[in-house]
């Protein structure tokens, strides 16, 4: 079996550990501090922006992979030189740091898009604004996440610090139905796995709720869905697991909005609503191992995200819920933070749903 490196010590890290233990994988971590979530784990604890401690790290390390995607491509490029296999590959990873490029790359590879165009300037702005309704969003193209680095705008004003930084992504203002995501798998050997599409719920720009399968989705849908994430992965060369949020439209179409080079939030659902969890593939498909199975064990799951704090003490709470599959980051508490998660799986769509916001309430009642 591989030995497999992780960069990056945050939840996806933490949530390999477990299947990594089953499949037999010495798995290592390179932390960012000796607080961090897959700490367990962790071999070292650095910078990864710092070439010398990362390939200090890779020595031993067969394949690198990823708990995000903002590893510098000189990094990388020096994992390959020492001859390290990283995976997903540094192309792939580019496209997920860079929404412009990101929006570059899908556009080559024809997938249906919002409306969008480069700003280089507010009379960029201006004319883009006047183009789509008046109200557009505004993205930093690098660095943001759950929301951060979004904004609904108006007036080119209201991005000059951004502009100013420079070029900002701007999309036409999607009024979506619902919003979706499209997990797949690619192994290095070319086969690759789909899992049924999900809905995302999300709150303030994070996502807060998942059901597996997206509910009332037409075969359809789920076949559009499926060939966009083949498209991707196929079209990438992306080995590991990645994750495509899409929009659905009122009238049944699918955009894409962004790809997530790794493992995701939209994915957790999969650990145990599905015969093969996400963290299991991903390592299954960098290790170039057959892919699991991505069939549903239950006709519904349903997570939740616990923000906030998740106090060990109110583990006791759930003695009437013993469905409930708990998963705690080991993170410390902090307002609005993603700190861990709860799933349920079952035959009703309601029941499951009910049952899995009740226990993330239980842990952070103040949400
Ligand atoms: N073009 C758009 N139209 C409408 N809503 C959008 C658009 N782009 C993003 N959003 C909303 O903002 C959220 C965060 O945007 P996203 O680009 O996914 O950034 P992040 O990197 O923070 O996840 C999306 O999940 C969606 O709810
Ligand atoms: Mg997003």
């Known amino acids: 079996m591989p030995v497999i490196g992780v960069i990056g010590g945050g939840q996806l890290a933490r949530m390999m550990i477990g299947p990594a233990v089953e499949l037999g994988i010495d798995l290592r971590v390179f932390a960012e501090t000796v607080e961090s979530s897959a700490r367990d784990r962790a071999t070292a604890v650095g910078d990864f922006r710092d070439v010398d401690?990362?390939?200090a790290f890779a020595r031993g390390v067969d394949i690198i992979t990823f708990d995000h995607e903002h590893v510098p491509s000189d990094v990388l490029e020096a994992l390959l030189a020492a001859g390290v296999a990283v995976r997903p590959g540094p192309s792939a990873l580019a496209a997920a740091q860079d929404?412009?490029?990101m929006r570059e790359v899908l556009a080559d590879l024809g997938l249906p898009l919002p409306v969008w165009a480069r700003a280089d300037s507010a009379d960029d702005v201006t004319r883009f604004l006047a183009e789509n309704g008046g109200r557009v969003v505004a993205?930093?193209?690098?660095?943001g996440y759950d929301g951060k680095g979004v904004v609904v705008i108006t007036d080119a004003s209201q991005i000059t610090e951004w502009l100013a930084a420079g070029p900002v992504l701007l999309e036409e203002l999607v009024d979506y139905a619902r919003e979706l995501a499209q997990l797949v798998a690619r192994r290095p050997s070319g086969d690759i796995a789909t899992w049924p599409v999900v809905q995302t719920i999300q709150s303030g720009g994070v996502c807060a709720e998942v059901i597996l399968p997206a509910p009332k989705a037409s075969q359809r849908l789920m076949d559009a869905a499926a060939d966009i994430g083949r498209t991707i992965a196929d079209g990438l060369g992306v080995t590991g697991v990645l994750a495509v949020e899409l929009f659905e439209t009122t009238d049944e179409r699918i955009?894409?909005?962004?790809?997530?080079?790794?493992?995701?939030?939209?994915?957790?659902?999969?650990?145990?609503?599905?015969v093969t969890g996400q963290f299991e593939q991903h390592l299954r498909a960098i290790a170039d191992m057959p892919l699991g199975s991505t069939e549903s064990r239950q006709p519904w799951a349903a997570m939740v995200n616990v923000f906030g704090a998740m106090d060990t003490d109110r583990y006791g709470h759930l003695n009437d819920q013993s469905g409930v599959k708990i998963h705690n980051y080991g993170k410390e508490p902090r307002a609005g933070r993603k700190v861990g998660h709860v799933t349920t799986v079952g035959t009703e769509l309601d029941d499951v749903v009910y049952r899995a916001r009740a226990a993330a309430t239980i842990f952070a009642p103040a949400n």
Request: proline share 6%.
């Open 53 to 55: 401690a990362v390939l």
């Open 99 to 101: 929404k412009l490029h």
């Open 139 to 143: 993205k930093t193209p690098r660095g």
């Open 255 to 274: 955009l894409v909005n962004e790809l997530a080079m790794r493992p995701h939030n939209s994915g957790h659902v999969t650990i145990e609503g599905s």
